[in-house]
């Protein structure tokens, strides 16, 4: 109970190791303290004398002015994140819970109040993310952090050990030069090169939410991330088309994959996917065959309506090593119809007959079932470019991942005169993000648009 009713006495000494004891009342509750010299109690007395006379309220437990217990009871930096960190996981998606711990994981060295005896970045980035900020169900089905469940390596609980006991409170991480320091780190990869522009917006969105709980927590007045004049580095999300395979190059390329062994027949069709129909790696692998629309000539349509983003099992609730999402940036149970021309029709047509579908009505399945994971399809990308690609070509970024099919798909849809409108909906973007990554080809279309309108000028 906080209350200004608070009587101090005069300061007495007696016959012990530290005689001089100050004594004071706060409500209905005698408090007292003792110090080795006389001057430590008296000053000890004017800090709380002055505190009263500043209209502070005292609490009657601890006898302490509020500005004190304030500090007494704040938590730490890393006590907040690790509770944010239960409070956001069970409605949160994997891919999300993952990108809180390693935005939490990047930021919260920034606070510690300390550099002496910290461990090494890496042990330390592992219990981190790994560890510290991953929540796991006890044996009683409770949310708890992993740590507190299972026993870390040596390293790691050391790791832990040191951030809890030397991270500030959370009134000394709201100060602008702390949050700044804070920006800065998650504006660089671990490299030291830039971030991309989304990977910068993503984790500064996870500090300000983190930040505002604090608000909801009453630990902090408000969100302290708003007064923070801060820019981040400049960064050029476009398309490098320099290294965007040509449509000669893109067939090429999913021609040898099928080539190159039973399992890239297998998978040909998956890459088809990735550049007919500018699909994302996620949504070919939750592609069912109810949602598939395959006649024997002509254009085909798949209504796309859901995805299956990798992701560590670590971070999913039923251990899988991938989580069961809607469309990417869409109300869970939302569609997206996209057509698809005939060779793709009967890539599918084709895939299907021979291979079947997955117990779960999925086209696309592991050699061992279970979803295709990036690293089956990336060996298979890697060795598909030095069969396809020139040596010279195979030296430089052309096609160096299987996503730059989805960007070859996209870029032919623009320059073939496609609507910008339509080429974002069939690609699931906004025109936002259309614009951003794709405007190199979308002023090439200017020519175009200006002979157009010089037409209908004319009459013509």
Request: charged share 25%; net charge positive; glycine share 6%.
């Amino acid at each position: 109970m906080l209350t200004y009713d608070v009587e101090f006495w005069s300061i007495r000494q007696r016959n012990r190791p530290k005689p001089f004891e100050l004594r004071w009342r706060v409500g209905e509750r005698k408090h007292s303290k003792s110090f080795k010299l006389k001057t430590q109690a008296e000053g000890r007395q004017n800090e709380l004398m002055s505190a009263l006379r500043k209209r502070e309220q005292f609490d009657e437990e601890t006898g302490l002015p509020v500005s004190e217990l304030e500090v007494l009871t704040t938590p730490t930096w890393y006590e907040h994140a690790t509770a944010y960190v239960l409070m956001k996981w069970p409605k949160a998606a994997a891919k999300h819970r993952a990108s809180i711990a390693e935005t939490l994981a990047t930021i919260t060295p920034v606070f510690a109040s300390t550099s002496r005896g910290a461990p090494k970045p890496p042990v330390l980035r592992k219990a981190l993310y790994g560890w510290a900020f991953r929540a796991v169900r006890d044996e009683e089905g409770s949310l708890r952090l992993r740590h507190q469940v299972e026993e870390p390596p040596a390293d790691v609980a050391a790791a832990l050990a040191w951030i809890a006991e030397h991270t500030c409170k959370m009134t000394e991480a709201a100060r602008s030069d702390r949050l700044r320091m804070a920006l800065d780190a998650i504006s660089v990869k671990l490299n030291g090169d830039p971030a991309a522009d989304n990977t910068v917006n993503r984790k500064r969105m996870v500090l300000s939410n983190v930040l505002r709980y604090a608000v909801e927590r009453a630990i902090l007045p408000a969100n302290p991330l708003v007064g923070v004049d801060w820019t981040a580095p400049k960064t050029d999300d476009e398309v490098d088309f320099r290294y965007v395979p040509n449509p000669k190059q893109a067939a090429a390329l999913i021609e040898a994959v099928r080539q190159i062994s039973d399992r890239g027949e297998h998978l040909a069709a998956f890459f088809g996917c990735l550049y007919y129909a500018a699909m994302r790696p996620s949504e070919i692998a939750a592609l069912r065959d109810a949602d598939c629309t395959l006649p024997e000539s002509g254009w085909g349509e798949l209504v796309l309506a859901g995805s299956r983003p990798e992701v560590g099992s670590g971070w999913t609730d039923d251990g899988k090593s991938y989580d069961e999402r809607g469309l990417k940036r869409r109300a869970r149970k939302a569609t997206r119809p996209v057509p698809i021309p005939p060779v793709l029709t009967a890539m599918l047509r084709e895939h299907r007959e021979r291979y079947g579908v997955a117990a779960d009505g999925t086209l696309f399945r592991a050699a061992e079932g279970g979803r295709v994971n990036s690293t089956e399809y990336c060996s298979l990308w890697d060795a598909a470019r030095l069969k396809a690609l020139s040596a010279r070509e195979a030296e430089t970024p052309l096609a160096d991942v299987p996503y730059s099919l989805r960007h070859a798909g996209v870029s032919l849809w623009i320059n073939s005169g496609v609507d910008p409108v339509e080429v974002a909906r069939r690609a699931g973007h906004s025109l936002t993000v259309l614009f951003r990554f794709y405007a190199k080809i979308l002023r090439g279309q200017q020519d175009k648009a200006n002979a157009l309108i010089e037409q209908g000028l004319s009459g013509g």
